[in-house]
């Protein structure tokens, strides 16, 4: 099966997340594609195949005679879509010799070039996009359809290769992905998360994350009589958000820069809450924000009195860069298999978190590559079929760079 077919036929499965979700996966539809995905793992030969009771599909391929020493090679790509818009009754659409212009998708949206520039590079190619009401899926099942491709063909083509461990998890989207991710039962020693954008970048940095929660206590008093007594929660929360600084926010940074993330506030004068998401790629800096916050909150319950502002923080996963980049033979591996395919490689660092940023962190070092989609979370995802099959034939030279081993220089 051709990879475009595979992906119409994976995106046709509603698969998103629920944050609000109490179980694993967090959604019941979440097992529909767990259940395909075994189902077609068997029927290409793959073994030990096997589907977990907290949504999780694992399969190994056995390594080739003579190959079998060899550092054991893991692929990963989940199976969710992001709860941020709809990912239900996904309709497609086939853009064939796309000229690089704009596309009407529908429901009065318009994919143009003017927003996102890298669509002139993509004229010629045959251009997959929403109707405008729903995401594509292409994050991840582009990613899903890719590892699938290039198993078949492994094992269609008598392919030498090292041991092969490929795993497909639910509630990424929801920071869930690693939860209950077997790394013993998965078997290997290193893995790669196919879940970029361009094929040509390799990531191996990316953001140290955390979620900070300030509640706000007022002072209710009359408004008729209020004058040195109340104190209105709702405006302290304001107060608080203004000492931050103004451009350390989302809509003012790029590359390495850290920001605070304000994502949801509510409140009256009784009480109000910030909720916070505060990222950083240096874990110096990261600290400091963490202790920004922190600083704020005491300044509070010195004016306003002890108990009026209280603070969560809660941890999420760190810089993978600290566990992957003592181990130069994987970056390697994906650098030699990128420019084997005829592209530049491109170390870029993400501006977000992977799963892999957790699994790195419990000890199996896991970069991540591209599937060749782009604006994911919302209408204007789109992917080429091209894009597709170039990553695809990565994840084959990738196989053969780990089967070759490291170069004597790394």
């Known amino acids: 099966m051709q990879v475009q077919d595979r992906f119409l036929k994976y995106i046709a499965v509603h698969t998103t997340s629920d944050p609000d979700g109490k179980g694993s996966p967090s959604a019941v539809r979440e097992w529909d594609l767990a259940r395909l995905l075994e189902s077609e793992l068997k029927a290409l030969g793959l073994v ?99 590892i699938v491709t290039a198993c078949e063909r492994i094992l269609r083509e008598n392919r030498p290769h090292g041991p092969l461990c490929i795993a497909f998890t639910p509630d990424e989207e929801i920071g869930q992905g690693p939860a209950h991710f077997d ?139 600290e566990f992957v980049q003592p181990h130069p033979a994987i970056i390697e591996y994906a650098k030699k298999a990128i420019a084997a395919t005829g592209l530049t490689p491109r170390e870029e660092p993400i501006r977000g978190g992977t799963d892999g940023a957790v699994l790195s962190e419990r000890g199996l070092p896991c970069p991540n590559l591209g599937t060749g989609g782009y604006a994911c979370h919302g209408p204007f995802e789109h992917i080429t079929v091209e894009a597709m099959e170039q990553c695809v034939q990565i994840l084959l030279e990738l196989v053969r760079a780990c089967a070759e081993g490291p170069s004597t220089q790394s």
């Open 48 to 146: 030990d195949v096997r589907l977990s009771d907290t949504g999780y599909v694992y399969a190994k391929i056995p390594a080739t005679p003579g190959l079998a020493a060899r550092p054991a090679l893991g692929l990963i790509a989940h199976m969710d879509t992001a709860p941020d818009f709809c990912g239900e009754h996904v309709q497609p659409q086939i853009h064939a010799w796309y000229d690089g212009g704009s596309i009407n998708l529908g429901h009065g949206l318009t994919l143009s070039p003017d927003q996102f520039p890298h669509l002139k590079q993509l004229k010629g190619q045959t251009l997959i996009t929403t109707d405008g009401s729903t995401l594509l899926g292409a994050d991840d099942k582009a990613g899903i359809a890719e």
């Open 183 to 321: 790394i013993p039962g998965f078997g290997a020693q290193f893995a790669y998360t196919v879940d970029g954008g361009d094929p040509a970048v390799l990531s191996f940095e990316n953001f140290n994350a955390c979620s900070a929660e300030l509640t706000i206590h007022g002072r209710n008093i009359h408004p008729g009589s209020a004058k040195n007594k109340m104190h209105n929660a709702a405006r302290i929360a304001m107060e608080a958000d203004a000492m931050l600084p103004a451009g350390e926010v989302p809509e003012h940074t790029e590359g390495r820069e850290g920001f605070f993330h304000l994502t949801d506030m509510q409140g009256n004068v009784e009480q109000a809450q910030l909720h916070y998401i505060i990222r950083d790629h240096d874990a110096a800096h990261f600290a400091i924000r963490k202790e920004m916050l922190r600083h704020i909150a005491d300044l509070l319950n010195e004016k306003y009195g002890a108990g009026t502002a209280a603070l969560v923080i809660q941890d999420g996963y760190r810089n993978m860069a």
